[in-house]
């Protein structure tokens, strides 16, 4: 194995019969931000437990740190920050008894673990609510309590499951903005899973794209969209099965059709060229929307169906 913040070789994770992650390889660098992309199921937080040395591999080679994940968890573990997908805070005690309880599990100083939670709780905007019991809290505050509890140990790594599922756009982003200026400021690298495409595209440097237990893609949100999909995506919306397969053998000239339900997605470098011929060729759409190509455009023209399936 390499000098990679993490590296996988062969990497398998089976439940009885069934393979949850089937033979993956990948590496995360040293202050990147590395994202597993994919529709639930898809095997990503199978992926992200065995990393964070919970769950063993089955089968393949896995390192973190250049550490073995099968026989050096603890010592790895020591310097990971975790986000789980689901808040598991003790409702019971104040936000900032959380992170002081939670710093004590590293064997730090109470001084130390005090002044880092009230400085954590300051960058995750929730310092006034220090003393407030955590049970009464919203949904996206527990979220950034969760994070800041995360960090408590000043992790080399820090690892987040699907850390915004749930919460509303102004939350979300807070978060990227957060973890946008926690890479900044501190380095600390990332792994994150995510089902969102804007996500992905605002916070991974690199990411990779998982169905079925499999990577399917790798690669920078740009290199991805430019290798598999195309600059620019027009959807046309037709009443009639019998104008949709008519408007697809006359546009197949100005770039890639795909069919998608009711619609048709063309994929094509001249947008205006599509738009052109659906005015020329008096095509019956009920809808017309030209945008720009997308992850999940990658997804969908790699797996057949798109990621809210």
């Not at 393949?60 to 020591?78: H, M, N, T």
């Not at 720009?292 to 997804?299: A, I, K, M, Q, T």
């Amino acid at each position: 194995m390499g000098a990679a913040l993490v590296e996988a070789r062969g990497l398998t994770k089976r439940f009885d019969d069934r393979v949850a992650v089937d033979g993956i390889d990948f590496a995360v660098e040293p202050g990147e931000a590395f994202g597993f992309l994919g529709p639930n199921g898809a095997g990503k937080s199978s992926t992200m437990r065995m990393v964070g040395c919970v769950s063993p591999p089955t089968a393949g080679e896995l390192s973190v740190f250049g550490l073995d994940a099968r026989r050096e968890g603890p010592a790895i573990r020591a310097r990971l920050g975790v986000v789980p997908q689901e808040d598991n805070l003790d409702t019971e005690l104040s936000v900032l008894d959380n992170l002081i309880i939670y710093g004590r599990y590293f064997g730090l100083p109470h001084r130390a673990i005090r002044t880092r939670a009230t400085s954590l709780l300051e960058f995750m905007q929730l310092g006034d609510r220090a003393s407030a019991r955590v049970d009464p809290l919203s949904g996206g505050m527990k979220r950034r309590l969760t994070i800041a509890r995360a960090l408590i140990n000043q992790p080399e790594l820090l690892l987040l499951d699907e850390p915004t599922t749930g919460l509303d756009p102004q939350v979300r982003h807070l978060l990227w903005d957060r973890l946008y200026q926690l890479r900044r400021e501190s380095g600390v690298s990332l792994i994150l899973t995510t089902h969102y495409m804007d996500e992905a595209e605002q916070l991974c440097d690199r990411l990779v794209i998982m169905d079925d237990g499999r990577i399917v893609a790798e690669g920078s949100p740009a290199a991805l969209i430019a290798q598999h999909a195309a600059r620019d995506v027009v959807e046309l919306r037709f009443a009639a099965d019998a104008d949709r397969l008519r408007a697809a053998g006359m546009l197949e000239r100005a770039g890639r059709v795909e069919p998608a339900g009711d619609r048709l997605l063309i994929y094509t470098d001249a947008a205006d060229l599509v738009l052109k011929l659906v005015h020329d060729e008096a095509l019956t759409t009920t809808s017309v929307l030209s945008r720009r190509g997308s992850l999940e455009d990658v997804f969908l023209i790699l797996t057949g169906r798109s990621l809210e399936d």
